[in-house]
């Protein structure tokens, strides 16, 4: 892992525009603050896929009501059931 980071200035065109450029980047960041910068575009990042995934495809449907949560995983729980009971005992060899 690198202890020191460096800035590269490449000096093109205007000398004295390049060397004020280069005497305004006395920046030092810590490893924290990198770490806020990665994160922050990380954030963004995905915050900006989330919002396209939802223009595509719309939002999550609400979830059911409480009294309905226990029919919907009753009907899951036979549904598996089912496709088990298939699976092992109505295959073609």
Known sequence: M????????????DKAMAD???KGLDIRYTNNDRYDLVKNRD?????AKIDEA????????????????KIVAGFA???????VFVDKYLKIH
């Open 54 to 69: 939802q223009l595509y495809y719309g939002t999550n449907p609400a979830p059911p009501p409480k009294w309905a949560r």
């Open 20 to 22: 004020a450029i280069e």
């Open 2 to 13: 690198w202890s020191k980071g460096a800035v590269v200035v490449v000096k093109r065109g």
């Open 77 to 83: 729980f036979i549904v598996y059931g089912f496709s």
């Open 43 to 47: 954030r963004l990042y995905w915050q």
